[in-house]
């Protein structure tokens, strides 16, 4: 290798151009130098000179061996721009958004790159329901409407369903549920449970006959009880005859029982009635005189003056009585 010269001028950032001259010298002191020609596959003959004072033909060249290359390293500070952003809404809030940039040498070679971003909402919106509540029964109630929010987009909010289940009487519970969904199909649920419960007794009275009626024996008379309940249903009304049971009636009203046959003396009645929750009242009681009275028979009749009761001779009647 006889020199390599270097030449910068014209090239842009590092590049250049390298040129290197051999020389091929044979055992007569014959040479022949090569140097590459354009592209640098080709070669050119720079010169020949004798050594010594012998002739003979030149030494054969053989370019495929030993080919010089060319090389090139590019080199420097790289200038990188954005080229655009592309963003593509997507449900709600979210979107997908894509940058694209070049770097560009000092030659004016360029590449360029992209990066995407990606804004997923994968967050269930926020459904708050009221508590559970307790209400009597016969009082006005309602669900109370929950809210929702959500941190990306709006929320819709329907009924998913209501539970009812029947307790005692004509009480019951009642579940709604509610499901809250944002613009993405992310969705929350939540429920209210209203409580409706019968703790009032029903009310009780006996209205035939009146308190201080008086009837002749032997007495036959009707004794005949109203009940009003909140929840409408009495499941049984008990007739007493002081503390003797008298009747137990399960239909509905009317509620009675059918006495005959009463002797005569005082009796005191009052009625019992029991709810479909079991609740009760007994009614104030009722108190009434069968008088004796015979069309053969004068008897002696007083009236007492402490109650105003008339007051006869007993008879040994026994009473019937028919319950309805």
């Known amino acids: 290798m006889l020199n390599t010269v270097t030449n910068t001028a014209g090239h842009c950032g590092s590049t250049f151009d390298a040129t290197r001259t051999w020389q091929a010298t044979d055992a007569c002191g014959k040479q022949q130098q090569l140097q590459p020609e354009g592209d640098g596959r080709r070669y050119q003959r720079a010169r020949s000179s004798p050594v010594g004072t012998r002739t003979g033909p030149s030494p054969a060249v053989q370019p495929g061996l030993s080919t010089p290359r060319q090389s090139r390293t590019n080199s420097g500070t790289n200038a990188i721009t954005i080229i655009g952003t592309v963003t593509n809404a997507a449900c709600g809030s979210t979107f997908s958004a894509t940058r694209t940039w070049q770097a560009t040498d000092a030659c004016g070679n360029f590449a360029r790159c992209s990066q995407t971003v990606t804004i997923l909402d994968t967050t269930a919106p926020v459904i708050n329901c009221s508590a559970n509540k307790t209400v009597q029964l016969g009082a006005a109630w309602t669900f109370d409407t929950p809210t929702a929010s959500d941190s990306c987009s709006s929320v819709s909010v329907i009924i998913v369903g209501t539970v009812t289940n029947a307790g005692c009487g004509k009480s019951l519970v009642a579940t709604r549920t509610w499901k809250a969904t944002d ?114 028979q004068h008897q002696q009749r007083s009236i007492r003056p402490a109650n105003g009761l008339l007051q006869a001779d007993r008879a040994s009647f026994e009473p019937n009585v028919f319950d309805h």
């Open 183 to 296: 613009a993405c199909g992310n969705s929350a649920q939540c429920s209210q449970t209203v409580s409706v419960v019968d703790t009032t007794p029903p009310s009780v009275t006996i209205i035939s006959p009146t308190n201080g009626a008086v009837f002749i024996a032997p007495a036959s008379f009707t004794l005949l009880a109203d009940a009003q309940d909140a929840g409408g249903v009495i499941r049984v009304m008990e007739f007493f005859f002081g503390t003797n049971a008298l009747a137990k009636v399960t239909n509905e009203a009317p509620y009675f029982v059918v006495l005959t046959n009463l002797a005569p003396g005082n009796y005191t009645f009052y009625a019992k009635a029991t709810d479909g929750c079991g609740l009760t009242a007994t009614s104030a009681p009722v108190t009434i005189t069968v008088a004796a009275h015979s069309a053969q």
